[in-house]
C-alpha cells in the first residue's frame, strides 16, 4: 500500500537555525499539506499546496516558513530561523482529490529546538 | 467545518465492541462525516466516511441516522493496538483548499 513518508524522523537544531523537513507524497496525489502537533496539543493546519503554489496558509505558517515540491517527488518545509516555540511534530499529507477529507499523513518528523 | 462534539475520552476492553458518538446538529446538506485515528507518536489516520445509513469497511463502521445530526463510529473487538486518538470530522469540502481542522479528539483507551 502506498504511503506518505518523511525525513528525518527526528531533527535536533538550535535556536536561529534553518531546518528542512522532507517528505515524499504518495505518487499520484495532487495535493499536499504540512501540519504540526505540539507535544499534548492538537494537530494544527500549517499550509496546503497544489499545482506549485501554496493554496492556503495558516496564521502560524509565518514569513519563517516556506514549502516547495523541488521535484516530482519531493514536498519540503523550510523554517528560516527556528524558535524554540517550534519545537513539535511536523506532518505532511497528501491527496488525491480535493474537497473530500481524505488525507494520508506521513509519519511526522519530530524536531527539537534547544 | 461543521462544529462536532465527541466525548473526551472513553476506556473499553479487549474484546468489546466500542462505540463513539459524535454530534454535529449544524451538519448541511452537502456534508460527509469522516474518523480519523491518531496512535501515539504517529500521524493521523483515515479510517472511515460516509453521507447517511451505514458505511462499513476493514477497520469500523459508520452508522448515520436518518437526520444526521449525529454520527457513530463502531470499532468491533478491539485490542490494545486500538488505543488512541478518534477524530470526528463534518464538512463538505467543496472548496479546493480542504484543510482539516482538527479537535481534541476522543482518547479511547483499551484495558486488557
Known amino acids: 500500500e502506498p504511503e506518505v513518508t518523511q525525513t528525518p524522523s527526528h531533527q535536533v537544531t538550535q535556536m536561529g537555525q534553518e531546518v528542512i523537513l522532507r517528505c515524499v507524497p504518495i505518487?499520484?496525489?495532487?495535493?499536499f499539506y504540512w501540519y504540526r502537533q505540539i507535544l499534548g496539543q492538537k494537530v494544527e493546519f500549517l499550509v496546503s499546496?497544489?499545482?506549485?503554489?501554496?493554496?492556503?496558509k495558516s496564521e502560524i505558517f509565518d514569513d519563517q516558513f516556506s514549502v516547495e515540491r523541488p521535484d516530482g517527488s519531493n514536498f519540503t518545509l523550510k523554517i528560516r530561523s527556528t524558535k524554540l516555540e517550534d519545537s513539535a511534530m511536523y506532518f505532511c499529507?497528501?491527496?488525491?482529490?480535493?474537497?473530500?477529507?481524505?488525507?494520508?499523513f506521513g509519519p511526522g518528523t519530530r524536531l527539537t529546538v534547544t | 467545518l461543521a462544529k462536532t462534539t465527541q466525548p473526551i475520552s472513553m476506556d473499553s476492553y479487549e474484546g468489546q465492541e466500542v462505540n463513539i458518538t459524535c454530534s454535529h446538529n449544524?451538519?448541511?446538506?452537502?456534508?460527509?462525516i469522516t474518523w480519523y485515528q491518531q496512535f501515539p507518536s504517529q500521524g493521523p489516520r483515515f479510517i472511515i466516511q460516509?453521507?447517511?445509513t451505514k458505511v462499513t469497511n476493514e477497520v469500523a463502521s459508520l452508522f448515520i441516522p436518518a437526520d444526521r445530526k449525529s454520527s457513530t463510529l463502531s470499532l468491533p473487538r478491539v485490542s490494545l493496538s486500538d488505543t488512541a486518538v478518534y477524530y470526528c470530522?463534518?464538512?463538505?469540502?467543496?472548496?479546493?483548499?480542504?484543510?482539516?481542522?482538527f479537535g481534541k479528539g476522543t482518547r479511547l483507551h483499551i484495558l486488557p
Open positions: 460516509g453521507y447517511k
Open positions: 505518487s499520484n496525489h495532487l495535493y
Open positions: 499546496f497544489y499545482n506549485n503554489e501554496i493554496s492556503e
Open positions: 449544524n451538519i448541511a446538506t452537502n456534508d460527509y
Open positions: 470530522l463534518v464538512g463538505d469540502g467543496k472548496n479546493r483548499d480542504d484543510k482539516i481542522i
Open positions: 499529507a497528501s491527496s488525491l482529490l480535493a474537497g473530500n477529507y481524505e488525507q494520508y
